[in-house]
């Protein structure tokens, strides 16, 4: 069963405007989130992330909001690049002592047109 | 700083053969994990080492190992290869836990016919 699911395989958006990458959980005890992006050919590129005590960080054009008891977090970027098309990941983990165990969603592909 | 290199890029293998993949982090980060990316089941953690011993362990079956040398580097090796093991293998470093981010290298193609 996956427990991080993003359900849109993808997502087109004019340049300048906003793109909201959508991301939602099964498991309670997931209390630590990441955004990655990945362009073809490279590994995935950290972007932002956020613990389960916040809802909301930022990081220039990206914002990561966290809404526990729906078990949802979502991704914004704004403006839209045309250079942000990429495929994004969202990631959780579980514990303090996990280390770097990530359990990834199957990802969303953006497209920002110019 | 240069960072996370995993050689080689790119592999073939027959059925039933045995690979070994490597991995050098970056300079200073201790922690070395593993991840394989397909198209139908996205990316999954196989395992994680810290300071040479291993950490964490995903839901992959024993011929699936890896290690970790004093200097941080990392291999991975996949004994009685299957069709299925085709994938893409990354690799990712960091300082310590969670807390500090993973850089992933840019991965090994793995093809086995």
């Known amino acids: 069963d996956q427990q991080v699911k993003q359900n849109s395989p993808s997502l087109s958006v004019q340049e300048g405007r906003i793109s909201i990458l959508n991301c939602d959980y099964t498991?309670?005890?997931?209390?630590?989130f990441l955004w990655y992006k990945k362009y073809p050919a490279e590994g995935p590129t950290f972007l932002i992330s956020i613990s389960s005590i916040k809802d909301k960080n930022e990081d220039g054009r990206f914002t990561v909001f966290l809404n526990k008891s729906a078990k949802h977090l979502s991704l914004h970027i704004v403006p839209s690049q045309p250079g942000d098309s990429a495929v994004y990941f969202c990631?959780?983990?579980?514990?303090?002592?996990?280390?770097?165990?990530?359990?990834f969603g199957g990802g969303t592909r953006l497209m920002v047109k110019p | 700083k240069a960072g996370v290199t995993q050689t080689p890029r790119y592999l073939i293998k027959t059925r039933g053969q045995q690979v070994t993949l490597s991995c050098s982090p970056i300079?200073?980060?201790?922690?070395v994990s593993w991840y394989q990316q397909t198209p139908g089941q996205g990316l999954q953690f196989l395992f994680e080492?810290?300071?040479?011993?291993?950490?964490n362990k995903g839901n992959f079956p024993g011929r699936f190992s890896g290690r970790q040398f004093s200097n941080s580097r990392s291999e991975m090796n996949v004994s009685t290869l299957e069709l299925g093991d085709s994938a893409l293998y990354l690799c990712?470093?960091?300082?310590?836990?969670?807390?500090?981010?993973?850089?992933f290298g840019n991965g090994t193609r793995l093809t086995v016919t």
């Open positions: 300079s200073g980060h201790r922690s």
């Open positions: 990712a470093s960091s300082r310590t836990g969670r807390s500090s981010p993973l850089h």
């Open positions: 990631a959780a983990s579980e514990r303090e002592n996990a280390g770097n165990m990530l359990t």
């Open positions: 498991n309670s005890m997931f209390d630590y």
């Open positions: 080492y810290f300071s040479e011993t291993q950490r």
